[in-house]
């Protein structure tokens, strides 16, 4: 049967944020120490200790925030170690994860707060600092917030300004621990309410009594319901002012702005897989629709008024090669960048409940984006698909049906169709996005468009690359996008012709 997507342009769904297109950094691997921080190292040009070819490469995206320091790092990392001269910070251990492709289980500290802040000015991102809550107490956090967004006259906005930054950073995004039922301190959903509340409060209270700003809080949540349920039951109910007021409905403080969740997924190895284990991946990483609805539904039964928003701050694949001994390194191939793909249709059509979302890793680490040796860095194929789909970023996402062959699989997982799409309209434009998943068979997919939309134009990655394929050094740049021709097949009706396993954009004009 020959695909079909149906865009209703005017079914709007909701404003896509920008954020959804986030990215995560942990100290883990050549993530940061290698991928992003080489201090001296001069084989690459930097900027105090940043290597810039990554930073270009990061500036070309436009990525609009980043999660650091961690994943499960960020529950055993004191920020205090790593602000001031840099010969006098400590070293410590890493609990969780080697460093650098040498070294192993060791934090040196060069990179803390204040190079993490330049970085994101050097990218023009947003920062997205997630607090200690396993090993660490509210005071530490506290003091935290204060060093970077305060601007009043006290020793720690002093210690910045004698680190280099007199002007507040600002930080608008702190995430109160991570997976805080796993290694941020094992945690029952019940304990981790009351810690988050804990937290919660001061960082809440310093931001609304002594430097009134604009930060955000996330929770760290499960992929479970249950879990994630006694959460919100215990969150909810602990407030001495009654039911529903924890939430921000007429509480003094709004203690919770975002709820978050992870998913990584795999299907065979990273670049040696069967056809079969080539469509499970893509039905592995369509539960994420499955975390995000079940998450929406407990948070719409204990907010039933609130406005918390749904955070996908870490997903992508996590294949067997990617191991904590060789830093989660694995080939980031052309079926990874279709897997991405289909997640970010996902997000699109639930615009109305995701407000952001974090690839793991940037650099080096599981699905990242830019990889590097020691003296260049290159683009992924997922690099690619975030570039492509950025086009829907801040456009407001509409309803796109899609009528495709499906490859069905047992219980374990879920049925997936061959072609995955998503649809958004901007200033007079809208932006249709489609993957074929099919190994060897271009498919010739008709898209329907209601409006007054036509004119279009279009673009494909990775043509004749095949899904096994990955990008390195020498080759990055065939993994680039090509313009494709689109032909009207009737009155409001096109014919895009999706080679096997490649995305297209298409842009339709009034
Ligand atoms: O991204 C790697 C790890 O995966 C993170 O540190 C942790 O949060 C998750 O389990």
Request: aromatic share 10%; proline share 4%.
């Amino acid at each position: 049967m020959p695909a079909k997507i149906s865009v209703h342009s005017g079914q709007s769904i909701d404003r896509i944020s920008e954020n959804i297109y986030g990215h995560f950094a942990e100290h883990l691997g050549r993530c940061i120490y290698g991928g992003i921080w080489v201090g001296d190292d001069d084989r690459v040009p930097t900027e105090e200790g940043i290597r810039m070819d990554t930073v270009e490469l990061l500036q070309d995206l436009d990525m609009p925030v980043l999660r650091w320091p961690g994943g499960c790092f960020a529950d055993d990392y004191h920020w205090e170690d790593g602000v001031g001269p840099r010969e006098e910070r400590p070293t410590r251990r890493n609990l969780w994860w080697a460093q650098g492709r040498e070294e192993r289980y060791v934090e040196t500290n060069e990179f803390g707060t204040d190079e993490f802040l330049e970085l994101c000015r050097l990218v023009d991102t947003d920062p997205y600092l997630a607090v200690n809550v396993g090993s660490a107490t509210p005071e530490e956090a506290l003091d935290w917030i204060e060093y970077c967004n305060s601007d009043g006259d006290t020793d720690l906005t002093k210690r910045r300004a004698e680190n280099g930054h007199e002007e507040p950073y600002d930080v608008t995004y702190w995430g109160i621990g991570n997976e805080n039922w796993g290694c941020g301190g094992r945690f029952a959903p019940d304990e981790y309410a009351d810690q988050y509340r804990r937290f919660a409060n001061y960082l809440s209270g310093f931001d609304d009594h002594i430097n009134p700003g604009s930060t955000e809080f996330i929770a760290c949540g499960h992929i479970t319901e249950e879990w994630n349920e006694a959460f919100f039951e215990r969150l909810d109910g602990g407030m001495e002012f009654g039911p529903g007021t924890f939430l921000g409905m007429g509480s003094p403080y709004k203690l919770l702005d975002h709820f978050s969740v992870h998913r990584y997924y795999q299907a065979g190895d990273d670049a040696d897989f069967s056809d079969e284990q080539h469509y499970r991946l893509f039905a592995r990483a369509e539960k994420i629709a499955d975390d995000i609805d079940s998450a929406a539904e407990t948070i719409s039964a204990y907010v039933p008024r609130g406005d918390v928003g749904i955070i996908v701050d870490e997903w992508g694949t996590w294949h067997p090669q990617a191991t904590p001994d060789n830093g989660l390194e694995q080939e980031n191939t052309v079926r990874d960048a279709l897997a991405a793909a289909g997640v970010f249709d996902i997000m699109h059509e639930r615009a109305d409940v995701v407000s952001m979302a974090n690839i793991a890793q940037t650099v080096n680490v599981l699905q990242c984006l830019v990889q590097t040796d020691e003296d260049s860095a290159w683009t992924t194929p997922t690099y690619q698909v975030f570039d492509l789909y950025q086009n829907h970023s801040g456009n407001t996402a509409v309803e796109a049906n899609v009528n495709a062959d499906k490859k069905y699989f047992d219980e374990e997982d879920h049925d997936v169709p061959l072609v995955s799409a998503s649809a958004s309209v901007g200033d007079d434009e809208l932006f249709v996005t489609a993957s074929n998943r099919t190994i060897e068979q271009t498919e010739t997919v008709e898209v329907e468009v209601d409006g007054a939309f036509g004119n279009p134009s279009g673009t494909a990655l990775f043509r004749e690359k095949g899904p096994r394929a990955y990008s390195t050094a020498v080759n990055a740049a065939e993994f680039e996008a090509e313009d494709i021709s689109v032909s009207e097949a009737g009155e409001g009706s096109y014919a895009v012709d999706i080679p096997a396993s490649s995305v297209v954009g298409v842009t339709f004009t009034k």
